[in-house]
């Protein structure tokens, strides 16, 4: 009796396994793609740099290239052609985020704006962060916080002489983010807690790039193989304990700013907690959010004002053109202002080479699709993630000529790159990705990058260390992408000495 049923059952497998090869053969091919390894899928030829190892497959596979890792299925956009086609054609179908097991206690489990799935709740959290601190009339609100800061920024170096970039870079932006979300700056000086911080930051930047085996094995998970789950974990709880402590202090003095009628961006945050589609937000959405804007507005900003710094530093003709444009504009009177940067066209250049070149987010966060869809005449299945590889878009030789050459101008007028911007429009450049689930600190964070790296160069002559004769160059992969060697350079004042007193 049970050989019959065992024969039964083998022929009503065969018939159903004849019967999909015959239903498939009416559907368009999966992209091309490495076949990978049993169980592990093609995990193990990504390596510690996804996005390097990934743009050499795609040289191989082609633009639009799918992969199976562990359990899961990717497909990887390589080429502007494939992202627009992806992030534009079927923006709404891949406008999701997957489940990610090593970033779970880190986006508060989903529930910070970043990592949350497309729906009322993001929309909410996106369209409050818009109004009410990172565009428009919001944005041009908080200048001046952006001019002191960058100012006390500059007298510590003007004071230092010597500075590790970084160090400087990052203790500034987080003072213009806790003055804007919270009415306080978080760090005073330079010192111990600010290192903590950018120690944090890297951490967290560092683990969170890295393709965790759990997130595609999950049945494997809870064994946390390179121990990513661990290391996010303990760096959510530091960040986690830095965040409730500040929203904390912050209600102690809601009176304060209400008698004095100043409402910051978490005061507008917590009056505004109910959306027009009766969407609530949360306490853990609000400090999810916090969390987004302290992160992605630090680090990001300030790896691509230090990959420009020492690119010019290689290249001293770029460096000095890019002064004497500022000093015809602006002259060495007074600071550079914000204003002064639509004037200021070989600096734009400048910051869009080196978003070109150096992406902070060499690979986009993951979107996932819930839908099988046809992309380019490739079946994409449903329940797959897409990743779009940035950094390969930007040094593609068929977009880009001498794709590795620091070359500014090839985004001024007769240039290959003219009109080109980098704001999600335009595919070959989309350093803060696009669609949907485009940065929604793009605007914020370019104006900063412009206004910051202008001030640095008008305001000071840089040179290398005594002793020093390169810089390293290597890049220190993760999810962004900072020098491994963070750059240190000497700056010496060009200004005229009572430009400084307001410093």
Same mark, same amino acid.
């Given at each position: ?5 065992? &024969?039964? %059952?083998?022929? *009503?497998?065969?018939?159903? =396994?004849f019967?999909?090869? !015959?239903?498939? +053969?009416?559907?368009? /091919? ?10 592990? &899928?093609? %995990?193990?030829? *990504?390596?510690?740099?996804? =996005?390097?190892?990934?743009? !050499?497959?795609? +040289?191989?596979?082609? /633009? ?5 890792m562990?359990?899961?299925r ?23 985020r ?9 986006t ?25 601190l990172?565009?428009?009339?919001a ?40 003055r804007?979300?919270m ?7 330079q010192g ?12 967290l ?11 595609f ?7 946390d193989l390179?121990?990513v ?30 008698r ?7 005061d ?7 959306g027009?589609?009766?969407?609530s ?9 916090i969390?987004?804007?302290?992160t ?8 691509i ?38 004037r ?7 910051c869009?080479?080196a ?17 099988a869809?046809?992309?380019?005449g ?13 950094y ?18 090839r ?44 001030s ?8 290398l ?12 992969p ?9 750059l240190?350079a ?9 430009a400084?007193?307001?410093?």
């Open positions: 009796m049970e050989w019959v049923l065992v &024969g039964i %059952l083998s022929t *009503i497998l065969l018939c159903l =396994h019967a999909n090869l !015959r239903w498939r +053969r009416g559907l368009p /091919p999966l992209p091309p793609g490495p076949l990978g390894f049993p169980i592990l &899928g093609c %995990l193990p030829l *990504i390596g510690p740099a996804p =996005h390097s190892s990934l743009a !050499r497959l795609a +040289r191989r596979y082609g /633009p639009i290239m799918y992969l199976k562990g359990t899961a990717a497909v990887v956009a390589s080429s502007p052609s494939a992202a627009c086609s992806f992030l534009k054609a079927h923006d709404a179908q891949f406008a999701n997957p489940s990610v097991v090593s970033a779970k206690d880190i508060y489990d989903g529930q910070n704006m970043v990592f949350a799935n497309y729906g009322p709740r993001w929309k909410h959290l996106r369209k409050l962060s818009a109004l009410h990172l565009r428009g009339r944005l041009s609100n908080w200048a001046p916080v952006r001019s002191e800061e960058v100012g006390c920024m500059l007298g510590a170096i003007r004071d230092k002489g010597r500075v590790v970039l970084s160090d400087e870079l990052v203790c500034m932006m987080a003072n213009v983010i806790g804007a979300t009415s306080r700056r978080v760090f005073e000086t111990k807690e600010a290192d903590d911080f950018k120690e944090m930051i890297v951490e930047l560092t683990g969170g790039g890295l393709f965790n085996i759990g997130d094995v999950p049945a494997i998970a809870w064994m390179q121990g789950q661990a290391k996010m974990m303990r760096v959510h709880q530091r960040f986690d304990g830095m965040i409730t402590r500040m929203v904390a202090e912050h209600r102690q003095t809601a009176a304060e700013r209400e004095e009628g100043r409402s910051d961006f978490l507008l945050l917590m009056a505004n907690r109910h027009d589609d009766g969407e937000l949360s306490d853990v959405n609000i400090k999810g959010l969390f987004d804007l302290f992605a507005g630090t680090d990001t900003s300030s790896i004002i230090e990959w420009a710094m020492a690119e010019m530093l290689r290249n001293p003709g770029i460096l000095r053109r890019a002064q004497e444009e500022v000093d015809r504009e602006v002259g060495r009177e007074r600071r550079l202002v914000e204003f002064d940067i639509r200021l066209p070989y600096l734009r250049a400048v869009k080479e978003m070109r070149l150096h992406p902070s987010t060499p690979l986009s966060l993951p979107h996932f699709s819930f839908e869809c046809e992309v380019e490739y079946r994409i299945p449903g329940n797959t993630r897409l990743l779009v590889n940035i390969a878009i930007g040094r593609d030789p068929d977009v880009w000529a001498d794709p590795l050459r620091f070359e500014p101008e985004f001024l007028p007769g240039g290959r790159g003219e009109g080109v911007e980098p704001m999600g429009s335009d595919f070959e450049l989309i350093p803060f990705g696009a669609g949907r689930r485009i940065c929604a600190g793009k605007q914020a964070g370019m104006l900063m990058v412009q206004y910051v790296l202008g640095l160069i008008h305001s000071f002559d840089w040179r260390p005594d002793g020093v004769l390169e810089i390293d160059m290597t890049e220190k993760g999810l962004a992408l900072p020098m491994a060697v963070p240190s000497v700056a010496e004042p060009r200004l005229a000495p009572a400084y007193h307001a410093l």
